[in-house]
């Protein structure tokens, strides 16, 4: 580990966090940073003021107490006509209201159309990241959100097509608002100053590039709290690589291994592999959780999973799989709160909650691999 915690603050003094966060940005241009690898010039797709060539990170920040979430100037709200209302606290609570249904999501698959300047992100997402809401999560595990909260910024989007997803209002349906660097690095120094634990980063694969550029703003300004990457798995160890010595608190949510319900209830059927490839990178960066005097986390890997029905047999895999190849000192957090959203209800085996049984088999199955369990 770094003397230095946490670990970014090094990155920062030499100039490396920067030179991360210019790298990231520039494949913006022809996106490949995620599993879905779709090649899209998001740089074209952010409205009429964010195309760029070279984009740079910008020098501007934000009061660090400014607490509202408005529209970055500039760029368009994410539904043509959608009206915000201006929130007056740390969080967000006024969401954008749509009529839009499941059914508008883009269609794009990677490698079509032919050129990249056309071909829509598979995340919808352009230049500037869209952040959903911001506030201290006290319904996170006990090592993240403490006493003060876990300081969680939900971004909209997602690099999945998770039919079930638990937060579908915000992953399929887009709430949200897009945010400047800014902005984004404002919400991390007030979520610091609220008394938060960690900034906890909700579905950040799609907004690396951006999660970097405001880092180094906020760390500029005084950030020295841990950074949680809060993940559905779908990473590539190549975008994984610029995060080495940024993020101290990896938790991959590893939702199955057989690649044919990876193909149909997340319509990416490689995935089982991609996230084991992530997780020992996430492994390899910062070893088995650590917590300090208080039981608070510092740096480590903790993997949430959550318990889907029908499908004890992957959660079995994904146990012995943790603790063979990445170590049975592992935190792991086995859910049982799945409950039938968005689409489920069309997939027969989706459409239920899981059985007191089924629960209780996936529990027994990390004690059986010696697995250390996260739970209340």
Not at 5 to 10: C, K, R, T
Not at 113 to 137: D, K, Q, Y
Not at 291 to 296: R, S, Y
Not at 359 to 365: D, E, F, G, I, T
């Amino acid at each position: 580990m770094s003397a230095t915690f946490p670990a970014y603050l090094e990155l920062l003094e030499s100039g490396q966090l920067r030179r991360r966060a210019e790298q990231a940005l520039a494949q913006l241009a022809d996106c490949a940073l995620c599993g879905r690898r779709c090649h899209a010039n998001r740089l074209a797709h952010s409205g009429p003021d964010q195309t760029a060539k070279k984009p740079e990170i910008s020098e501007k920040l934000s009061h660090p107490e400014e607490r509202s979430v408005p529209p970055a100037e500039g760029t368009e709200s994410p539904r043509a006509g959608t009206e915000h209302a201006e929130p007056d606290n740390l969080a967000v609570p006024s969401r954008p209201q749509t009529t839009s249904g499941p059914g508008t999501w883009p269609q794009t698959q990677p490698n079509h159309p032919p050129s990249a300047t056309l071909r829509r992100p598979f995340c919808r997402t352009g230049r500037w990241a869209l952040v959903s809401s911001f506030f201290p999560h006290h319904g996170e595990e006990p090592c993240l959100r403490g006493w003060g909260g876990s300081g969680t910024i939900f971004f909209t989007h997602c690099n999945l097509r998770c039919i079930f997803c638990q937060n579908w209002d915000i992953s399929w349906l887009g709430e949200g608002r897009p945010v400047k660097a800014e902005q984004l690095a404002s919400m991390m120094l007030a979520l610091q100053s609220n008394g938060c634990h960690n900034i906890n980063f909700v579905s950040p694969s799609h907004v690396v590039p951006q999660i970097l550029e405001a880092l180094v703003l906020a760390a500029q300004r005084g950030l020295r709290l841990p950074l949680v990457y809060n993940t559905g798995g779908y990473d590539l160890v190549e975008t994984l690589r610029l995060l080495d010595g940024v993020i101290d608190i990896y938790m991959p949510d590893i939702k199955f291994f057989d690649p044919e319900r990876a193909r149909r209830w997340a319509a990416a059927p490689d995935y089982p592999e991609v996230v084991r490839a992530a997780v020992r990178e996430m492994y390899r960066q910062v070893g088995d959780l650590e917590l300090d005097p208080q039981g608070i986390a510092r740096r480590g890997l903790l993997v949430r999973h959550l318990v889907m029905p029908g499908a004890i047999e992957d959660t079995q895999q994904i146990m012995r799989f943790l603790a063979e190849e990445i170590s049975p000192n592992t935190f792991v957090n086995v859910m049982a709160q799945y409950h039938p959203e968005g689409r489920a209800w069309d997939d027969p085996p989706l459409a239920r909650r899981i059985t007191s049984e089924e629960y209780r088999q996936a529990l027994a199955a990390a004690r059986r691999y010696g697995l250390r369990l996260c739970r209340d």
